[in-house]
């Protein structure tokens, strides 16, 4: 069987400047020869690959790529529900109505996933990383949005399925993260399969763009703001980037003075809303306080209807589903 190797993946993908950084070529890599380092575009190679070097088929890297041949989102209405809802218990450093925490709780509290994989980040320097939680507790302490930043989450799916063994797992991301699994649950790759069937539950987050640690935080807020890392409690995307300020200051940066400051491969996602997720979640939509769910799929419907029945998660009220429209159709405007 004749399949593609990494070299491929880099013509297709990392020479064309269209790489999302989402991780996941780096994390089915069977010979762990695919590296994602901060600062850098692209991945990078060490030299070695099984298909190119050994002449053993294996696709991996090129099968999973959510920016090989993307397929334009199906339309946002494309849902089985629209919800407006909020976490039903205190839940610290809430991002909107942080009811995605509160499901994902519930969730691992009552069993139905082992792990979640998210994002989590330094309280200090507010660097990003991608992180395998299998506590609800730690889930909690690690509540918040850190999505605006780029980081390759996917790392954390190897550490669960290849190194823990973990068999029902829960993924929350962005769009380009999402279409990832997506290809993992569809492919035919063998290789692929071990991380598609280990998924159980995936999260998709609403994202117009992701920022670059070292351009944002080092370069825009210290370099000509003069705001260290510790001094900043919160980054919100509403149309403009706030930065929140632990001092209660709030600094308001238009997205055109942050251009420089977004990854180059956010430019080719057309997809706001993570359209092929069980559940997407973001806070268009909704009032204050609340967080916006289209439930995708009879799984993601399951998760939330456990997290009413628990009394974790609260309803609110009606989406308005032309606000998230009307921003879903700018983004796909873009290509």
Known sequence: MTRNCY?????????????SGCGACAAVCPADAIRIEGGSDAPVNIGYCKAETDQVPCGACYDVCPRVDPARPPGR????ARISAKAAFEVAGRQSGGAVTAILEHALAAGLVDAVVTVTEDRWTRRPASVLITQSEALLGSAGSRYNWWVPLLGALKTAVVDRKLRRIAVVGVPCVVQAIGRMRASENDLLRPYGNAVRFVVGLFCTESFDYERLIEGKLRGEHGIEPWQVRRLDVKGRLEVQLEDGNVLKLSLDELEDCVRPGCASCTDLTAADADLSAGAI???SGCTTLLVRTPVGQGFVDAAVRAGRLELCGE?????VERLAEKKASRA
């Open 285 to 287: 939509g909704s009032a």
């Open 319 to 323: 989406v308005d589903m032309a606000a």
């Open 7 to 19: 070299n491929d993946l880099k013509a297709a993908v990392w020479d064309r400047g269209t790489c």
């Open 77 to 80: 209405e494309a849902c089985m």
